[in-house]
């Protein structure tokens, strides 16, 4: 995964930063990109438990909690 920078700062933006560090983008975009990969990961077996292909929303819902 490759989460561009631009989104990311935007987040810390809208979260109240008025002025935020490449570091701080970088570590931020990391983290979304595990958290995403282990919620897609989870999703994915939810879907093969239910004997589908496809992973659906439920399942995006079921692996974030």
């Known amino acids: 995964m490759d989460l561009p920078n631009a989104p990311v700062e935007r987040i810390i933006r809208k979260a109240g930063a008025e002025r935020v560090s490449e570091d701080a983008v970088e570590e931020l975009r990391q983290a979304l990109e595990d958290l995403g990969q282990e919620i897609a990961v989870d999703a994915n077996q939810m879907a093969e438990h239910a004997d589908r292909n ?9 692996a974030t909690r």
């Open 54 to 62: 496809t992973v659906k929303m439920e399942d995006v819902k079921l």
